[in-house]
Structure formats: structure tokens, C-alpha cells
């Protein structure tokens, strides 16, 4: 992978966290600035620790030795992207209750 492409998928990364993570609380948008920043900086956050697994994961696949303890440490990564993840959407909608508010056409 080239140095361009690396900086392309991070910036994507940048961009599509923030979308992804107001995807998974559609019924519930923010409706104060502090909802917005904390959404955008949580989003970022999700971008950037997914692009970096995924880096980590695809570095870890090409080691040849230990290949079992790489496979297993991949799975680890993988998994705490998704309870990280969790943690960010039942967090966004229990403790910042005051910020959000439920989409209404």
C-alpha cells in the first residue's frame, strides 16, 4: 500500500466515522452544539480506531511466524472495535440524554 493510499483511507476514516455513528443513533439526532461536537469528535474516534485496526489486522496477516497468537490477537481487535463502538451508541443515547433529542419530520 502506498503512502497516498494510506492517507486516503485515513481521511476517510475522518469522514465516514462521524456518518456511521450518526447512522447508528438515527431516531436520535443532537439538537444542542455540544451534541453535534461530541457526536463529530465520537465519530472521528470510531473512523480512526477502525482504519487503524484494520491496518494493525492486515499487518498481522502477513507475518509468518506465530500465526495462531496473530489470528487470535486480530480477533481481539476486531472485538473491541465492535464493544467500543457499543459503548460510544449507549453512551451517545443514556448519558447525553440532554442533548439528543428523536428525529421528527
Same mark, same amino acid.
Given at each position: 500500500m502506498t503512502q497516498n493510499s494510506k492517507v486516503a483511507v485515513l481521511v476517510f476514516g475522518i469522514i465516514a466515522g462521524p456518518i456511521f455513528l450518526l447512522g447508528?443513533?438515527?431516531? @436520535?439526532?443532537?439538537? +444542542?452544539p455540544m451534541g453535534w461536537l461530541v457526536c463529530t469528535v %465520537? /465519530?472521528?474516534f470510531v473512523g480512526l480506531w477502525a482504519v487503524l485496526s484494520a491496518f494493525f489486522i492486515a499487518?498481522?496477516?502477513?507475518?509468518?511466524?506465530?500465526r495462531f @497468537?496473530?489470528?487470535? +490477537?486480530?480477533?481481539?481487535?476486531?472485538?473491541?472495535?465492535? %464493544? /467500543?463502538?457499543?459503548?460510544l451508541?449507549?453512551?451517545a443515547q443514556s448519558f447525553l440524554a440532554a442533548n439528543f433529542s428523536y428525529f421528527s419530520r
Amino acid at each position: 500500500m502506498t503512502q497516498n493510499s494510506k492517507v486516503a483511507v485515513l481521511v476517510f476514516g475522518i469522514i465516514a466515522g462521524p456518518i456511521f455513528l450518526l447512522g447508528l443513533l438515527y431516531p @436520535l439526532l443532537p439538537k +444542542t452544539p455540544m451534541g453535534w461536537l461530541v457526536c463529530t469528535v %465520537c /465519530g472521528v474516534f470510531v473512523g480512526l480506531w477502525a482504519v487503524l485496526s484494520a491496518f494493525f489486522i492486515a499487518w498481522l496477516q502477513r507475518q509468518q511466524r506465530f500465526r495462531f @497468537l496473530c489470528q487470535s +490477537t486480530a480477533v481481539a481487535i476486531a472485538l473491541s472495535l465492535g %464493544c /467500543g463502538i457499543f459503548w460510544l451508541v449507549l453512551d451517545a443515547q443514556s448519558f447525553l440524554a440532554a442533548n439528543f433529542s428523536y428525529f421528527s419530520r
